[in-house]
């Protein structure tokens, strides 16, 4: 059977289509680069810092994106797809190996392996796949990723501001192409049939890449407890972070992320809106990553005075789930909670009096806002049980 011919099998299936183990397999190294992400804005926490941590995360979401996007087209049982995914594992161990030198001289290694998965990938497609319209998508993703290419090399080379800001008007180019289909010239609209996406399979692929972040915060958490002395101080941070972990996925889980599974499956756009819903989940992983970072900081120092960067990163962890989670509202039901703008207003006042408290009370004090939007979602859905409304994407 011709990999076509696997593609066809697996649409025509009826029953239910689930991530494989060889996807987990694959997961476990964006494991790793979430973690070395996390510590690099540890060691380095400046804004400059942080917007290079965020275009690296972009780099690695867009991968695992398109592979898990791509995995609903073939038969992963089978050795030649085996081999593909393989190989963007190790091209992505390689980009995770490189994080903690990519704007300095492991700039090129970076952006190799970044651009080897992509051409790499596509050239794998574009040979194997007869479907021609499977085929013509890869090949306007590679030559998205021909007109991005020179960014990344160019800034590798000459590293620097530079480095970083053409790394940055790289990702966005790429994730443009990602959020329009990749257009072409001739093909300025492409098919939203395109991506044979299941519902159930894309919805749990996600819900796996947020698992992958928690797991870093759990992790990064509990290392940081382990390298320093225990103290009440300590403790209380590290039980801060992990109420704070809790709440996130509580919050997330609650309703939309249950639901979500059924919106891909009766949205009228399905490629769009998984599109759309991965965007979603990026911004959250994003809140979840920085709250791993903050639960550093704070085991750290729990007492003394808060810098105002701590306090960014500590209140932002939060802040940045909420806005992801409040994307993941819209996607499912047409509308945000309520909830969602009433925890960011209470972040926001929290941030204005960040130097009046140590850095142990201000990680409290955003546990305990999730705490509220947790328990305030409860309250809601007895009043007003949602049903998912998928919006018009188109």
């Known amino acids: 059977m011709t990999v076509e011919g696997d ?31 996390s510590r690099k804005l540890v060691d380095h926490l400046t804004w400059a810092s942080a917007g290079q941590t965020v275009i690296l995360l972009m780099g690695f979401s867009l991968i695992w994106a398109l592979t898990a996007w791509a995995a609903d087209t073939f038969d992963l049982n089978r050795p030649t797809v085996q081999a593909q995914i393989i ?26 392996a970044y651009l080897s998965i992509h051409f ?53 180019l790429e994730y443009t192409g990602a959020s329009l ?42 290392t940081a407890l382990g390298r320093h002395p225990f103290t009440i101080g300590r403790g209380a941070a590290f039980a801060a972070t992990f109420v704070t972990t809790t709440m996130m996925w509580r919050i997330y889980i609650h309703q939309a992320g249950g639901m979500l599974t059924n919106a891909i499956a009766t949205a009228t756009h399905r490629s769009r809106y998984t599109q759309f819903a991965a965007v979603s989940h990026v911004v959250m992983v994003g809140g979840v990553i920085i709250t791993s970072v ?44 309520w909830s969602r703008p009433a925890g960011l207003a209470v972040l926001g006042a929290l941030g204005s009096a960040v130097h009046l408290m140590p850095p142990l009370l201000v990680a409290v004090a955003g546990t305990l806002t999730l705490l509220g939007v947790a328990v305030a979602n409860l309250i809601a859905v007895r009043a007003y049980p949602p049903r998912p409304t998928p919006p018009p994407i188109g």
Do not use: K
């Open 294 to 337: 903050d639960a550093q900081l704070v085991i750290r120092r729990p007492y003394g005075d808060t810098p105002t960067s701590w306090g960014v990163v500590i209140l932002g962890g939060p802040a940045v789930f909420l806005i992801g989670r409040g994307l993941l509202d819209y996607t499912v039901f047409s509308r945000m909670s």
């Open 87 to 112: 190989a963007v594992s190790f091209g992505s161990l390689v980009m995770a190996a490189a994080v903690p030198g990519a704007f300095g001289n492991r700039g090129l290694v970076f952006a190799v």
């Open 7 to 37: 593609a066809e099998a697996r649409d025509s299936d009826a029953g239910p289509r689930r991530p494989e183990f060889l996807e987990l397999f694959f997961d476990l190294v964006y494991l790793l680069a979430l973690v070395v992400l």
């Open 181 to 222: 289909g990749f257009p072409t010239r001739r093909r300025i609209h492409p098919p939203v049939t395109e991506w044979r996406l299941a519902g159930e399979r894309v919805s749990e692929r996600y819900r796996q890449f947020l698992i992958i972040a928690f797991g870093v915060a759990i992790f990064e958490t509990a």
């Open 120 to 172: 790499a990938s596509s050239l794998y497609y574009i040979v194997l796949l007869r479907d021609p319209e499977p085929r013509r998508r890869s090949v306007r993703i590679m030559s998205w990723f021909c007109t991005s290419a020179p960014l990344w090399l160019t800034g590798a080379l000459l590293g620097g501001t530079v480095r970083w800001v053409l790394w940055a008007i790289a990702i966005v």
